[in-house]
T-cell receptor, first 116, second 119 residues
Framework: AQKITQTQPGMFVQEKEAVTLDCTYD???????LFWYKQPSSGEMIFLIY??????QNATEGRYSLNFQKARKSANLVISASQLGDSAMYFC?????????????FGIGTKLQVIP | DTGVSQNPRHKITKRGQNVTFRCDPI?????LYWYRQTLGQGPEFLTY????????KSRLLSDRFSAERPKGSFSTLEIQRTEQGDSAMYLC?????????????????FGPGTRLTVT
């Protein structure tokens, strides 16, 4: 079974500042992938960043970076230089790879609001 | 490539009626997923197709729910005898291109969703 925990229901950040959104996970799969998605008020889920469990380096995509600490089972998202358009719900998700398992498990999300 | 599309975007129906939603994935994607998202929650997996074969179904998918992908392209999700508890956003996602990222997975690209309201 897979479980994603996001403990911050809401976060505020000043424009141009950095913010960290927390995510911890639990899985029995030896190999897995971790994702972050952004969901604006329009409803569409937008893929942001991916981290494989065996990747040696933390993933980065532009202003997004994933602080992966495997021993602590955490995969926090760091957004640098926040912009007003970053205001949205952010979901952490994971997928295991055993037995051709395709299900992606999502957390309950963190609502980020960027303050001008 | 215009992304994943879903129709309709909104559906209001009376309890007991049947509804059908359509998802058109990104054209070269062979994998298609349906999720349900209720208010304040993340998406919950419903079912998965690889080409036309339905390979996984969640326990959330009761007998009133059926999904098809007859030609391995678009997919439909039908809910029969709708209940108020079916009110949710129904999201479709597709994947299939090799990920540009290192790893074993393919990221899923989501459509805009169909918001169902059962009155």
């Amino acid at each position: 079974a897979q479980k994603i925990t996001q403990t911050q229901p809401g976060m505020f950040v000043q424009e141009k500042e950095a913010v960290t959104l927390d995510c911890t996970y639990d899985t029995s799969d030896p190999s897995y992938g971790l994702f972050w998605y952004k969901q604006p008020s329009s409803g569409e889920m937008i893929f942001l960043i991916y981290q494989g469990s065996y990747d040696q380096q933390n993933a980065t995509e532009g202003r997004y970076s994933l602080n992966f600490q495997k021993a602590r089972k955490s995969a926090n998202l760091v957004i640098s230089a926040s912009q007003l358009g970053d205001s949205a719900m952010y979901f952490c998700a994971m997928r295991g790879f055993s037995g051709g398992y395709q299900k992606v498990t999502f957390g309950i999300g963190t609502k980020l609001q960027v303050i001008p | 490539d215009t992304g994943v599309s879903q129709n309709p975007r909104h559906k209001i129906t009376k309890r007991g009626q049947n509804v059908t939603f359509r998802c058109d994935p990104i054209s070269e994607h062979n994998r298609l997923y349906w999720y349900r998202q209720t208010l304040g929650q993340g998406p919950e997996f419903l079912t998965y197709f690889q080409n036309e074969a339905q390979l996984e179904k969640s326990r959330l998918l009761s007998d009133r729910f059926s999904a098809e992908r007859p030609k391995g392209s678009f997919s439909t999700l039908e809910i029969q005898r709708t209940e108020q508890g079916d009110s949710a956003m129904y999201l479709c996602a597709s994947s299939g291109r090799p990920s540009p990222h290192a790893g074993l997975t393919y990221e899923q690209y989501f459509g805009p969703g169909t918001r169902l309201t059962v009155t």
